[in-house]
């Protein structure tokens, strides 16, 4: 039970919150508060501090579904760090997407020091791969302006184009301003957008860092601020940083779950995105260059950094097997054009409607023939795993070692290809051992291959993931957590939380809430016009479409004479079609995703309406989320069709056979529902602010004609309906 103590802690910080800010308690924030504090204020401890996992169950869980408007981010900050600091806990707030991270380290926190009374530290925490690594980037300039290349750009040649005078340029730059010290080594921090192919060179990963090894780590931009999070009561983190964490075991980059409170803000991204980090992939033709590139560099190496020990040792076994996992790769390779049924015209780079470039394993179920000889790559990767992480630790002890018989300048050049080899190793270790057996679990995996463009030609794409998250997030998050919240503007589908539950593994016996918006929804109007057709027939809606638009963009008008609309897809070959279709003097007023980058869009759209002029944006799925559009920049939202899936997913595929396999229904158990939040994501791009209004045009009269249909209206907002 929430103590007095800490009932009263909360209170007092909201009080002087408000006053500070000069605002008025919402209702809904207050519920949101109370909510989070009930449970969070109600674990029940064990004299070490420690959650009671026997009398907790599952209570330590609270779900708050918070509508637009709500103030959720004030709701959880007030509610959790003061439970934080009285458990002596850490508080992880962790974010789906950098633009909230970045609010809420930047914006929403400094107000809540400044208002609330509550002293605290606050960090932001980033994988490796958001920072420079000083040793990547002296080796790059150093190669860059010797006569020949390094080690470590040849390795990856057949996959990193070579350096031009631009990235020459750049990568200088990047080294006179940390020596200035007017940059950070921060990507997210640089004066510029930096592409991934030219980052990918001066970032690192795990693997290939040598940590406190290294002799950069003094000035090291990541190691810089990992002490901060020591040190810090608030850590603000992102999904992605959280499960690549888990993944290493809880606790490697972040606090181990048991001494954390974790707020996962955007929660609703949550499962998808552990459904990336617990996938398994790997290439077989990249895959075979790699282990004939490895062999070739393995004696440079052996000759640079050997040990006459254990290192050498263990690097004189891996020629044999370099070669018998490459010799099994090349059979893989007729083997996957025989079972997999791929379109002909693909292969010649082909592309267009109706031509698959993925086989999908119905059931999961390998053929015995790949079976086998994923098998026999399992046991070749294993070795090979083995004896590279021997040579790995070997490298490190070399570096600890202030009388190492091997220059560190070497060892530090060549760890981060060793650890490279490693990973790669260790990550078709994991592939082709998750397809030499057949699944022991009730649920089971996801297993494809995909035809992919490489150098001109095609390459087979071997992959796997769970179908569902659920049991993974269990077992490596709710269950060890001290306490966690769940929150986002949707949480629901139809009404209820069944869909998270299944896809997040959230206990039965959590607590789950909803919590109103203050918005007024009867300031919106949700129209489905009587001349409204079906989509499921493509063409004819296309054509409606493009008919019904400039009548009902004429209606975008506010009081001042201009406005902005937003149109929504859910294809791209449609909204290309219906964008091409349209007047000329339709398309002038009309921005559409892919011309421009989503910013420049978004601030020509604004600067559009700000000038008294009309702008109407073309946008599919991802505008659809995530995009903030107050007052006339948006008076009115027109969603083409139901934002039903494209049911070309593996994974969506398999977890609907599943199911259909139990006796089930897929359709109704995923389709609808999963249509149904993003309807109401969509419908969500109206209303930004308390004055705010406009209309909802709906251009699919199957949420009129279809039995489904009443329960994703009923599954909107109370928006006042004219429905023919």
Not at 117 to 130: C, H, P, T
Not at 316 to 336: D, R, S, V, Y
Not at 438 to 458: H, I, M, N, Y
Request: hydrophobic residues 40%.
């Amino acid at each position: 039970m929430l103590s007095d103590k800490d009932k009263e802690s909360i209170q007092k910080a909201y009080r002087q919150f408000l006053n500070g800010r000069e605002l008025k308690a919402r209702y809904g924030q207050k519920l949101m508060i109370a909510a989070i504090a009930r449970a969070l204020g109600g674990i029940e401890r064990n004299g070490a501090g420690e959650r009671d996992h026997g009398k907790t169950d599952g209570q330590h869980i609270c779900v708050v579904e918070a509508g637009t408007g709500t103030g959720k981010t004030v709701s959880y900050l007030l509610a959790a760090i003061p439970l934080a600091i009285a458990h002596d806990k850490t508080l992880v707030v962790s974010t789906a997407t950098v633009a909230l991270q970045e609010q809420i380290i930047n914006k929403d926190l400094p107000e809540l020091v400044r208002h609330s009374g509550l002293k605290f530290e606050v960090s932001l925490a980033k994988g490796r791969g958001r920072y420079l690594c000083l040793s990547k980037l002296d080796q790059l300039l150093t190669e860059l302006t010797s006569s020949g290349v390094g080690a470590s750009m040849a390795l990856y040649e057949d996959e990193k184009p070579q350096v031009d005078d631009v990235g020459i340029k750049l990568y200088r730059d990047m080294a006179d301003q940390l020596a200035t010290g007017t940059w950070d080594g921060d990507r997210d921090n640089w004066k510029d957008t930096i592409e991934g192919e030219d980052w990918s060179r001066v970032t690192t990963d795990h693997r290939q860092c040598s940590g406190r090894r290294c002799p950069h780590v003094s000035s090291c931009s990541f190691f810089r601020a990992r002490e901060s999070i020591g040190k810090s009561r608030v850590i603000v983190a992102n999904h992605d940083l959280l499960l690549a964490d888990l993944a290493l075991g809880g606790g490697a980059i972040l606090p181990a779950p048991e001494d954390a409170i974790y707020v996962l803000d955007e929660a609703h991204h949550l499962p998808d995105k552990a459904l990336n980090h617990f996938a398994h992939h790997s290439r077989v033709g990249a895959t075979t260059g790699w282990l004939d590139q490895a062999n070739k560099n393995l004696s440079q190496l052996l000759g640079e950094i050997g040990d006459g020990a254990e290192l050498d040792r263990a690097g004189e076994e891996l020629p044999a097997l370099f070669t018998a996992a490459k010799q099994k790769l090349e059979m893989a390779w007729p083997l996957l054009e025989d079972i997999c049924e791929f379109d002909e015209d693909r292969r010649g780079g082909g592309s267009g409607p109706g031509r698959s470039a993925r086989h999908r394993f119905e059931g999961g179920v390998v053929p015995e023939s790949l079976m086998q000889l994923a098998d026999q790559l399992r046991e070749d990767f294993d070795e090979m795993e083995a004896l590279l992480n021997k040579m790995v630790q070997s490298a490190q002890r070399m570096m600890e070692d202030a009388h190492s018989p091997v220059p560190i300048v070497d060892l530090e050049r060549w760890y981060p290809v060793l650890g490279g080899w490693h990973g790669r190793a260790e990550a078709n270790l994991e592939l082709w051992a998750n397809y030499s057996r057949e699944d022991q679990g009730s649920v089971p995996q996801a297993r494809w291959v995909t035809l992919v463009d490489w150098g001109g030609s095609f390459d087979f794409e071997v992959c796997s993931s769970p179908i569902l998250a659920g049991k993974t997030l269990e077992y490596s998050l709710w269950r060890r957590c001290y306490g966690a919240v769940l929150t986002s503007a949707t949480l629901t589908a139809l009404g209820g939380f069944d869909r998270l539950k299944m896809r997040a593994g959230t206990p039965d016996n959590a607590s789950y809430e909803v919590v109103p918006s203050p918005f007024d929804f009867s300031r919106a109007e949700l129209r489905v016009p009587k001349d409204a057709v079906e989509a499921n027939n493509a063409d004819l809606h296309t054509d409606a479409v493009i008919n019904a638009l400039p009548g009902l963009l004429s209606d975008t008008d506010s009081d001042s004479g201009s406005g902005g609309a937003l149109v929504l897809f859910a294809s791209r070959r449609q909204m290309e079609t219906v964008y091409e279709s349209l007047p000329g003097t339709w398309r002038n007023r009309i921005l559409m995703q892919g011309q421009q980058s989503r910013q420049q869009l978004l601030d020509s759209h604004k600067k559009s309406v700000d000038s008294g002029g009309h702008s109407v944006l073309f946008g599919l799925a991802s505008f659809a989320e995530g995009l903030d559009l107050p007052g006339d920049y948006c008076r009115h939202v027109v969603i083409a069709k139901l934002p039903f899936a494209v049911p070309d997913d593996p994974i969506e595929a398999a977890l609907a056979e599943w199911i259909e396999a139990k006796g089930g229904n897929p359709f109704m158990q995923i389709t609808v529902p999963d249509a149904a939040l993003k309807l109401v994501q969509a419908c969500g791009r109206l209303l930004r602010t308390e004055q705010d209004s406009g209309t909802i045009t709906l251009l699919d009269r199957r949420i009129v004609t279809k039995r489904y249909g009443r329960a994703m209206l009923d599954s909107l907002p109370p928006f006042r309906r004219m429905i023919n």
